[in-house]
């Protein structure tokens, strides 16, 4: 072997791959870990393998279902889930409450479309494919089958006997002796893509799953079930949540990177989405904000959140803007910036193209970037010529007053970010050069 195919041998060995769990591996125990091939990783949930006959699988009444409370892929509406895994509602009310939303919410509506199409398609072709599902005990000793994988079939059956499609309330399950995390991710993975807060929760799960912490066990006592508070577990240092540890096990992030497919770093960024609270979660989750729209709402102070979130979500604030929007101390004095400079950058561009006999971009198009480098060096030279002019203590607090009654706050803002920017790769490039005179 040639040095260069030995290199590229080293470094795909290096490379961990995302959820690493073969999908047709989870129709047996053990679970076999070996990389997923790119055309499964979307598959539709129908699409997938359909279970060998000698699986143990039975017609179970879908009154003797439940979904797993902790499973990181939220399916209903924030409180309507809420209230169900509490107990207030049952399946069929919390159906008729989740197409009672869809109503005056275009994207609850647009996710109902998509069960209602997987209902005609179960009820047409029959359920190729069971659910998965394991006892869980009750205080009262009682049993009901929890879903391990399988709850949008689950939920698709509901919708399509509360809307008279069918009257069978009855579901095809694979039985299973405990219900597997691990398993869960895949089926999570193939089925449509995670939001970045349904993968916050995925990695939570799997965090605490790998540190046999359980939503049973004692560190998961006061999380309510339907909350985000058992995956908020993860968040805690290790010596609070490992009797008798100061730290994790020697090997965990390798073994945990190698699982999930990602660097401990990426990781460790990903869980820290789960700090917002509960309801602004289920938002994110819903209109499936960016992890790095919700990156930059977290780094904001949390009294910001809640305008950030609702904001982010009713104006399609991307995370690029979010991060323009917080040179401004004022969050809603920052992101109405955003939406003037929305504004402004589409009448130029338009009006521009128009002088030009050009057809006009559509709004919201960019425009400016050579305006806006000519602003920024413009800024530098100012603070340069003071210093030389022997200006060495200009009054900040005047020079920002004075630039801030000019009116043209717009302006103001788009510098100032690229003037940091800026600043940074100066101060780099004139420190190595006085270490190289020295």
Same mark, same amino acid.
């Given at each position: 072997?040639?040095?260069?195919?030995?290199?590229?041998?080293?470094?795909?060995?290096?490379?961990?791959?995302?959820?690493?769990?073969?999908?047709?591996?989870?129709?047996?125990?053990?679970?076999?870990?070996?990389?997923?091939?790119?055309?499964?990783?979307?598959?539709?949930?129908?699409?997938?393998?359909?279970?060998?006959?000698?699986?143990?699988?039975?017609?179970?009444?879908?009154?003797?279902?439940?979904?797993?409370?902790?499973?990181?892929?939220?399916?209903?509406?924030?409180?309507?889930?809420?209230?169900?895994?509490?107990?207030?509602?049952?399946?069929?009310?919390?159906?008729?409450?989740?197409?009672?939303?869809?109503?005056?919410?275009?994207?609850?509506?647009?996710?109902?479309?998509?069960?209602?199409?997987?209902?005609?398609?179960?009820?047409?072709?029959?359920?190729?494919?069971?659910?998965?599902?394991?006892?869980?005990?009750?205080?009262?000793?009682?049993?009901?089958?929890?879903?391990?994988?399988?709850?949008?079939?689950?939920?698709?059956?509901?919708?399509?006997?509360?809307?008279?499609?069918?009257?069978?309330?009855?579901?095809?399950?694979?039985?299973?002796?405990?219900?597997?995390?691990?398993?869960?991710?895949?089926?999570?993975?193939?089925?449509?893509?995670?939001?970045?807060?349904?993968?916050?929760?995925?990695?939570?799960?799997?965090?605490?799953?790998?540190?046999?912490?359980?939503?049973?066990?004692?560190?998961?006592?006061?999380?309510?079930?339907?909350?985000?508070?058992?995956?908020?577990?993860?968040?805690?240092?290790?010596?609070?949540?490992?009797?008798?540890?100061?730290?994790?096990?020697?090997?965990?992030?390798?073994?945990?990177?190698?699982?999930? $497919? !990602?660097?401990?770093?990426? @990781? /460790?960024?990903?869980?820290?989405?789960?700090? %917002?609270?509960?309801? #602004?979660?289920?938002? +994110?989750?819903?209109?499936?904000?960016?992890?790095?729209?919700?990156?930059?709402?977290?780094?904001?102070?949390?009294?910001?959140?809640?305008?950030?979130?609702?904001?982010?979500?009713?104006?399609?604030?991307?995370?690029?803007?979010?991060?323009?929007?917080?040179?401004?101390?004022?969050?809603?004095?920052?992101?109405?910036?955003?939406?003037?400079?929305?504004?402004?950058?589409?009448?130029?561009?338009?009006?521009?193209?128009?002088?030009?006999?050009?057809?006009?971009?559509?709004?919201?198009?960019?425009?400016?970037?050579?305006?806006?480098?000519?602003?920024?060096?413009?800024?530098?030279?100012?603070?340069?010529?003071?210093?030389?002019?022997?200006?060495?203590?200009?009054?900040?607090?005047?020079?920002?007053?004075?630039?801030?009654?000019? $009116? !043209?706050?717009?302006?103001? @803002? /788009?510098?100032?970010?690229?003037?940091?920017? %800026?600043?940074?790769? #100066?101060?780099?490039? +004139?420190?190595?050069?006085?270490?190289?005179?020295?």
């Amino acid at each position: 072997m040639d040095k260069k195919s030995a290199s590229s041998s080293r470094k795909a060995s290096r490379k961990p791959q995302r959820f690493q769990v073969d999908p047709l591996s989870v129709l047996a125990t053990p679970v076999v870990i070996e990389p997923i091939r790119q055309s499964q990783r979307h598959a539709r949930i129908d699409e997938t393998p359909e279970s060998p006959a000698s699986q143990n699988i039975e017609l179970l009444p879908l009154d003797k279902v439940e979904p797993d409370p902790w499973n990181p892929r939220h399916i209903l509406p924030g409180e309507i889930r809420r209230e169900f895994i509490a107990g207030k509602i049952n399946a069929e009310a919390a159906t008729k409450a989740w197409i009672k939303a869809g109503k005056s919410d275009k994207d609850i509506s647009e996710q109902l479309q998509q069960f209602r199409s997987m209902g005609t398609s179960l009820q047409q072709q029959g359920q190729i494919n069971p659910i998965n599902v394991a006892k869980h005990f009750r205080k009262d000793g009682t049993f009901i089958w929890r879903i391990e994988s399988g709850e949008r079939r689950f939920w698709a059956k509901w919708l399509a006997i509360v809307e008279g499609i069918t009257k069978e309330r009855t579901i095809h399950a694979q039985l299973r002796d405990e219900l597997d995390p691990t398993r869960q991710a895949v089926e999570n993975l193939q089925a449509e893509s995670l939001s970045a807060v349904g993968e916050a929760r995925q990695i939570a799960r799997l965090y605490l799953a790998e540190l046999n912490i359980t939503p049973e066990s004692l560190p998961a006592k006061n999380a309510t079930p339907g909350s985000d508070d058992y995956f908020r577990i993860a968040l805690r240092p290790a010596n609070e949540i490992l009797a008798g540890r100061e730290r994790l096990p020697r090997g965990y992030w390798s073994k945990l990177e190698n699982i999930i $497919g !990602n660097k401990r770093q990426h @990781l /460790e960024r990903k869980l820290q989405i789960l700090k %917002l609270p509960d309801h #602004l979660l289920s938002l +994110a989750d819903l209109h499936r904000l960016t992890e790095r729209q919700l990156r930059e709402i977290i780094a904001r102070h949390q009294k910001q959140w809640e305008t950030l979130v609702h904001f982010t979500v009713q104006h399609d604030i991307s995370g690029p803007e979010l991060a323009l929007a917080s040179a401004i101390d004022d969050p809603e004095i920052g992101l109405q910036m955003i939406l003037e400079m929305r504004s402004g950058k589409a009448e130029t561009s338009a009006a521009t193209q128009e002088n030009k006999g050009e057809t006009p971009k559509k709004k919201g198009s960019r425009s400016f970037e050579h305006d806006l480098q000519r602003r920024v060096v413009s800024f530098a030279k100012y603070f340069h010529l003071a210093k030389k002019n022997g200006n060495a203590k200009m009054n900040i607090d005047q020079v920002v007053d004075e630039i801030i009654e000019s $009116g !043209n706050h717009q302006m103001v @803002l /788009e510098s100032l970010v690229e003037l940091e920017s %800026l600043i940074n790769r #100066l101060k780099k490039k +004139a420190a190595n050069l006085v270490s190289a005179r020295d």
